[in-house]
């Protein structure tokens, strides 16, 4: 049995944070309902580089995230389309998932107030760019808005590039890790307790807890996070060219720093271990590993220098790192061999960790819009009638 087999997830999501947080779930056994608008589904299932398959509603944003998931489509702007979640909620749910502007969902009647008196177990969590409350409450964001925010953006890149938004939507996929961990919680605090949670996520908390150590030491030491592009503190942590590519060291504690020094031939340096030490002609270490990596290709050191128990990697696009061997061995990505609506095989993240039985898995393609709305009614005790005149009406798809 995974964690999650029998819980049961409403998820009133879209993009990517929202969806991502009940994906993670899904794929640990939980039977996820995706709820989609039927006149504006999800953006992200019109996401991706495939123009077709955005066509189709089957964007590779939306594939990313879409898989154990069955698809309902509720129009929540009908009294219809609401009565339906609710009794989702009073007969069937266990968490209700909503990524919309603070308030929206309260506005239809639809808040935790209002659906907690229909089930006072329920776990309903709210994700937001800043929360429910406070002076940027009413604001809406996306993850680069959100890393500018945060500081983040100012603190990447370097001098001479200036400001430079980090390349991956990081925030986002964060925020959904981080609202799989609160559910989770919430959940096993329910099953101590009997008590149902109203969780309040907001992706600033977020960018902002990522950024932990520099918060930490700037409000301690008044010591700024700066644009270093790849320059670290020690030069041994830095990254620089070589014949042919980059290679990024990563030598950061003194048994490293050792062996690094060791390794390329400069003992001097390698008994200097103390901190104060390892920070000292920070320039002048810098220009010297830098003409001493030129000597080799980004390869060549990096097997060198593993080989000396020192952190080094050739610098890789992503292309690469996914045909890495060793990346087949841990089981962070599932394929798909026949996802109907889509006219390959797909590939997607599963998760980024494993458990030695019952772990993460997928059994299930990502859904159409409004695929399983009638299997979904029907099991909370909508007559076939009943659903035809909710389409007829525009409340379902």
Known sequence: MRPFEGIKILDCTHVLA??????????LGADVIKVDDPNEPDQSRESGADHTLNKAMMGTGFLTQGSNKRAIALNLKTEGGREALKRLVADWADVLVENYRPGAFKALGLGYEDLSRLKPTLIYASMTAFGQEGPRGTQTAYDHAIQATSGITASTGTEASGPIKVGAPMVDYATGTMGAFAISAALFQRMRTGQGQYIDMAMLDVAMILQG?????????????????????????????????MVQLAASNARQHRRFYEAIGDP????????????????????SVGEKMKEKTADEWETYLQSRHVPATRVRELREALADPHL??????????????VDKPVTVPLAAFKFAHDGPSIERPPARVGEHTEEVLAAVGYSAGQIAALRRSGAVA
Do not use: C, W
């Not at 001097?268 to 002048?284: C, I, N, P």
């Open 18 to 27: 929202g969806p991502f947080a009940a994906y993670q779930l899904a794929v």
């Open 268 to 287: 001097d340096e390698a008994k200097r271990s103390s901190l104060e030490e390892r920070y000292e002609r920070h320039a002048e270490k810098l220009a």
């Open 328 to 341: 087949q061995t841990r089981g962070v990505l599932h394929r798909h061999a026949n996802v109907p609506g």
């Open 213 to 245: 150590s520099h918060i930490t030491d700037y409000m301690h030491s008044g010591h700024h996070p700066k644009r270093a592009g790849n320059v670290m503190r020690f030069a041994a942590s830095s990254a620089f060219p070589t014949k042919d590519g």
